[in-house]
């Protein structure tokens, strides 16, 4: 692959917004080992039980590592909350339960936190720009800050450099050290870094769209969660933000140019929401 042909450079033109992937919550198990395609293999038997209790809930599984370090710590961020466990078997979470945890209860040998972590993907093996653009900029930060480790894929390799940051659970591309770092510094004072965000994982593409629309037009950087409705129609969208103003948002379909979804695929004809009108209402 040259950057010529990377799935990320053809797409640089494609807008951030709506593109990140939807979940419900993130389980992040830290693992010092490599790691192939579907990562969590690396697990061994209980890979699979894993990702079928998670997905049940609606929760994506990813590992993470930093260098030179041998950690059994493990994230679990649903509902708008998050709790940590230092150290803990991956089979361990067969029995957590999940909906508790949704609604702010902290499982057993677990603690609450809100501490911001980012998550850059570095995963080569699902596509190569993860690896030729995430892997320089994880290194980058995780030399400085803590708080940073490299994962498994997130999805949308096509904006590389991305990254999941918890607990508000945004996903962020196109990243540059500069602006990863700004991504970190301003969800640890309670903001959003607005020109790097995929969108929000716990919406869907079209609601991501229209929850950036509104962040954009009232001035809103906050890390605290907007409620986005259905207005009755897959193109228009009821925002209302947490001082109780209401929206509407009015969506598009563009088409762009054939692209390929993901280095060395066949070429596609790509798709994406985008914004016609915001009012108060």
Known sequence: MTDATACSVLSVHEPLAGSAPRARGWLILEHSGPYGRVATDALGDVAERLRDHCRDAGITVLLARRPRESGRRAW?????HMVE??????AAFLHVDLEAVARGDVPVGAVATTRPRLFICTNGKRDACCAQFGRPLAEALMRGDEDVLECSHIGGHR??????????????GRLTPDSARLVLDSARAGHLHRPSLRGLSHLSAPEQVADIAVRDKAGIDTVQRLTVTSAGTVEEYDVTTPDDRRWRVTLGRREGSERPESCGKEPLTPTWWTVEHVEAV
């Open 76 to 80: 679990l961020a649903m509902g708008g």
């Open 85 to 90: 466990w230092g150290d803990v078997d991956p």
């Open 159 to 172: 904006m590389a450099p991305t990254a999941l940051l918890l607990p508000v659970g945004s996903v962020h």
